[in-house]
């Protein structure tokens, strides 16, 4: 019974599937049309633009719709209305493009006639109708147009609509008057006479249509509404335009007004300019008187102009004289005498000055000249003066030393009689002074004389002419430094004089044939003079002159570059001493050089600091010249080195007079280190007389002398102590002048004075013995370089270590050691099995050299990774344990107790363990599979169990959602079929 219920319970379900599986299919296939409905996007037009209702139209009582224009895309609904009134609307329509936009949400959108319709307005003119009067007349083409042109009963044309006209002879008085809404487009290249009217939203363009084409527009013409210049040619207005609206040019060229014919306040294109020639077949003529006065004001004067033209207001001004630009001011004040004067007119935007051939950018006067006005004495007030005055006055000074210069005459004097600058004027230069002047102060207190400009510094140099003598008195110069030079410099012909002035603001003073300097204090130097005089100055500088002349007391500060120096190539007269400070006192320095023959010599100038005596100035013939130099006392320690010192197995080195020097010496102090050469030195003690080789047991000693030549600037002295002299190994012979180079190490030696020896009695000379240690084996020296012997255990054993020897000859040995506990043992050979281990290298001593030995270096050989397979194949019954598998040699299971679980694949870890511990590590971890098997008579009840875990795997995929609701019918359907049975079943019992 059961099995027959069964079998109806199959039957039953399958039929459900059978019946509702067509249901499903079609539902599937309505859903996939759903979905390619929904993936297909719906064309939609775009919004439409917003529509900007006409504005601004305007009509006349008694004109119809029609006469008056829309824009484009615009049309009356019925253009027969006549306008009556201003408190109306019109309806008109605009025309939709409603395939491209959507227009659904527009307000007055009519979908059938595809256009929007709106309500515009009209305002009123006061005009009355065009055709009022018999004398006016309305035109709306170009054929009505020039009609009325000829018709001489008409003297005012209407323009109303828009059309473009060709009409060449518009040179009638006949009033033209462009009305609101009309456009009328003039194409011409010939000129226009006429009385032009437009109003409000009219537009007048006049094309000039040809690149040569020359519009010339003469008459009246009134613009409130739009005057448009277009083409490719030039237009030129010389009617009287009022231009209240917009004037706008797409032209390529220029437009050109008359001065003064342009008048309103509309809007004027960029290229509109304004010609300020009368007559444009001759230029403009600007003029300047051809004789001028120093003290004349100059004003030009411009012919040709159209009347009214203010050349202040049209031009910019440039007053030059042979120098450059001096002035842009409209008028010019001449201050100084000069050959040439002239100004240059260039014309300001907007304006122009027309030619017969194109416009001209500037004009320039004739060239005129000032005469000078003779000045004995000129006075400088930069405090109260004025340029513009001549300065004769102490009442009326000028401002500035510049002015002054230009003002005063040959031989003259400038006056200061207060603090001033050279000049005002940016960018100026230093004088040509082509006159011998005097600048002194008025006061017995010294005047500032900034030598810059009010505005940067002063450029060039004073350059004094010919003669001339410049002499400066009571002076006090500030501001950037100046250079004062005679001029042409080979003649060395004018002079400088320098009285009570004291700076430090004259950088250089050259080439002249006289220097006067008295009671002053100067930083500069003073080059290529004939002849130099001082008295009472302080000089901080340096001087090259032929002759010098010093009286009174003088002090020169030289300067602190060892290279730099004075110079007298001829002759001195010093009357006293000379003080020469330096600001670091050093041994060696030239002061002055002396002529060759020159009897003055160092009893002419003191040191100004001789540091405790240390120092002192002598003179010195040197390979350059003769000089006044600074000289060291030798008197304190000093640093010798000698090179080649004993060495075993090595050759004896004596230093002959005419041989290398293979010994030195230097003398130290805070600034600058001295070498002096020996000038001899010989060896003794050694045994090997013929070969002269250093042998060991050799007690070597070395006499040596040092001197000082004529030339030196040191001078030993009897109190020189040799017990201060350091002796150093002299390793580098390419250096020899600085002892911080040669002090490799200090030498052995100990410094003896025998008798016969040490300082010579004119001091330059000195000779001690050197006295060296017994001569011995040198040392040795074996490195071992290799970082790192460690290594992983290979069954080879480990190789030599690299090794740097410094010495010996002979074989380097290795010692090996093996660690045991706290302890080194020593093992006969390289070592290749695991353990911590070192090796020292070694070398046995020689007839030179000591035995060495290294220091050790230790390293370890480590376990390395044994080899081994992975057992395969392996397999277990249900039930067993992981001791009843039978391992390979070598593998363990980590438990032996644990099961081998259910049937199917298992995965367990296994340990290696290698026959040789000592070499190779032990692996874990290692994964090994095993197959479990069933028991041949296992339950039926487990085998169905198993089936049904197998069977559970089946069903519907998680993520497939197409069926589902499907499937949750029939299992539905199916529960239902099913009650059904067991309640008929039921029943039945």
């Known amino acids: 019974m059961k099995q027959n219920f069964k079998r109806k319970l199959l039957a039953v379900i399958l039929s459900v599937a059978t019946v509702i599986s067509p249901i499903t299919n079609v539902y599937a296939q309505e859903e996939q049309a759903s979905s390619q409905q929904q993936e297909s996007p719906i064309q939609e037009n775009e919004k439409a633009p917003a529509i900007t209702s006409p504005e601004g139209l305007t009509a006349v009582v008694g004109q119809t719709l029609k006469e008056v224009i829309l824009p484009e895309g615009w049309t009356w609904e019925d253009d027969t209305i006549t306008i009556t009134n201003a408190d109306e609307q019109y309806p008109a329509r605009f025309s939709a493009d409603d395939t491209t936009y959507d227009y659904t949400d527009v307000e007055g959108y009519n979908a059938e006639g595809h256009y ?34 000829a018709d001489s009963s008409i003297s005012t044309i209407m323009i109303n609509g828009t059309f473009t006209t060709s009409y060449a002879n518009i040179t009638s008085d006949k009033k033209i008057m462009i009305q609101a809404g009309a456009n009328l487009t003039y194409n011409t290249s010939s000129p226009l006479y006429a009385n032009i009217e ?88 600007v003029s300047i008187p051809e004789t001028i006065t120093v003290g004349d004001t100059v004003i030009p ?42 100004v240059i007119l260039s014309k300001k935007n907007p304006y122009v000055m ?43 000074p000028v401002k500035t030393i510049a002015q002054a210069i230009q003002n005063v005459s040959n031989g003259g004097t400038i006056v200061l009689l207060s603090d001033c600058n050279y000049t005002s004027n940016t960018g100026a230069y230093a004088p040509y002074l082509d006159k011998t002047l005097t600048i002194k102060s008025e006061a017995s207190t010294p005047c500032n004389l900034n030598m810059n400009h009010s505005a940067g510094t002063l450029y060039g140099t004073w350059n004094i002419q010919n003669s001339n003598t410049l002499t400066f008195e009571n002076i006090n110069f500030t501001g950037n430094t100046v250079y004062f030079s005679g001029h042409p410099s080979s003649a060395k012909a004018a002079s400088l004089v320098l009285k009570g002035v004291n700076t430090d603001k004259i950088a250089a003073i050259s080439n002249f044939g006289n220097v006067q300097v008295e009671n002053a204090t100067l930083t500069t130097t003073i080059n290529s003079s004939t002849n130099l005089s001082i008295n009472n100055v302080t000089l901080a500088g340096t001087f090259y002159t032929d002759v010098f002349n010093a009286s009174g007391t003088n002090t020169i500060v030289c300067p602190a570059n060892a290279s730099s120096n004075s110079i007298i190539k001829s002759s001195a007269v010093i009357e006293s001493p000379i003080t020469l400070n330096v600001a670091s006192v050093t041994r060696g320095k030239k002061l002055i050089e002396l002529p060759s023959e020159s009897t003055i010599d160092s009893s002419s100038f003191t040191l100004g600091d001789t540091t405790d005596n240390t120092y002192t100035l002598k003179k010195r013939s040197l390979y350059a010249g003769t000089y006044i130099q600074i000289v060291q006392n030798i008197t304190t320690g000093a640093n010798m080195h000698v090179a080649y010192e004993p060495v075993v197995g090595q050759a004896v080195m004596d230093s002959p007079k005419s041989g290398p020097r293979y010994m030195g010496i230097t003398f130290d ?88 020896q040490g300082v010579s009695n004119d001091g330059r000379t000195c000779t001690v013995t050197l006295v060296y240690p017994e001569v011995k084996k040198l040392e040795n020296v074996v490195t071992i370089t290799t970082k790192s012997l460690d290594k992983v255990y290979d069954k080879t054993a480990v190789s030599n270590p690299e090794i740097e020897e410094k010495g010996g000859t002979n074989q380097v040995a290795f010692t090996w050691y093996e660690k045991e506990k706290d302890s080194w043992i020593l093992i006969p ?119 049904t875990q197998n069977t559970k795997t089946t069903g519907v995929k998680t993520g497939d959602h197409t069926l589902a609701g499907l499937w949750i019918a029939i299992l539905a359907l199916a529960a239902g079929v099913i009650g059904i049975i067991v309640k008929k079943r039921r029943s039945k019992r």
């Open 354 to 396: 027309l030619t017969s051939t194109g416009t001209k950018g500037s004009i320039d006067s004739n060239d005129s000249s000032a005469k000078p006005k003779e000045i004995q004495t000129v006075y400088v007030d930069g405090a109260s003066g004025d340029d513009t005055d001549l300065g004769e006055l102490e009442t009326k």
């Open 301 to 342: 004067t411009v012919t040709n102009l159209i009347e009214g033209v203010d050349i202040s207001k049209v031009f910019t001004y440039e007053w030059r004289n042979s120098s450059g630009i001096v002035s842009k001011d409209s008028s010019y004040k001449v201050t100084s005498s000069m050959s040439l004067i002239k």
């Open 829 to 947: 050979s390289a070592p290749s099995t695991t353990g911590i281990y070192r090796v020292v290298a070694s070398v046995a001593e020689d007839d030179i050299y000591n035995s060495a030995e290294s220091a050790p270096l230790e390293f370890v050989i480590s376990q390395a990774v044994p080899s081994y397979t992975v057992p395969t194949d392996l397999t277990a019954m249900y039930g067993q344990t992981l001791a009843d598998i039978t391992l390979p040699k070598g593998f363990t299971f980590a438990d032996t107790s644990k099961s081998v679980g259910d049937v199917g694949k298992q995965t367990f870890k296994l340990t290696y363990t290698p026959e040789d511990t000592k070499n190779y590590k032990t692996v874990s971890d290692i994964d090994v599979d095993i197959t479990v098997l069933a028991k041949e008579n296992s339950d039926k009840s487990e085998t169905a169990t198993t089936t």
């Open 198 to 285: 437009i109003q409000e939203n009219g537009t007048l363009t006049i094309n000039a249509y040809d690149y040569s084409t020359k519009v010339h527009i003469y008459g009246t013409v009134s613009n409130n509404g739009t005057l448009a210049v277009t083409g490719r040619g030039a237009i030129y207005n010389h009617s009287q335009l009022e231009n209240n609206g917009t004037f706008t040019s797409t032209s390529a060229k220029d437009i050109y007004s008359d001065y003064g014919c342009l008048t309103g306040d509309g809007s004027t294109p960029s290229t509109l300019k304004i010609n300020i020639v009368k007559d444009t077949s001759a230029l403009p003529v």
């Open 116 to 149: 929007v319709e709106a309500l515009l307005s009209v305002a009123l003119s006061t005009e009355p109708i065009a055709h009022a009067s018999a004398s006016e007349t309305t035109v709306t083409t170009d054929a009505e147009f020039k009609a009325a042109f």
């Open 669 to 756: 102090d805070s600034a600058v280190k001295s070498y002096v050469n020996a000038t001899e030195g010989f060896w003794s003690g050694y045994s090997d007389a013929v070969n002269k080789i250093w042998q060991v047991g050799d007690q070597p000693e070395f006499v040596v002398t040092f001197g000082v030549g004529e030339d030196s600037n040191l001078c030993f002295d009897g109190s020189y102590d040799f017990s201060k002299l350091t002796v150093y190994s002299w390793k580098d012979l390419t250096n020899t002048g600085d002892s911080s180079y040669i002090r490799e190490n200090i030498s052995p030696a100990v410094i003896e004075v025998k008798e016969g």
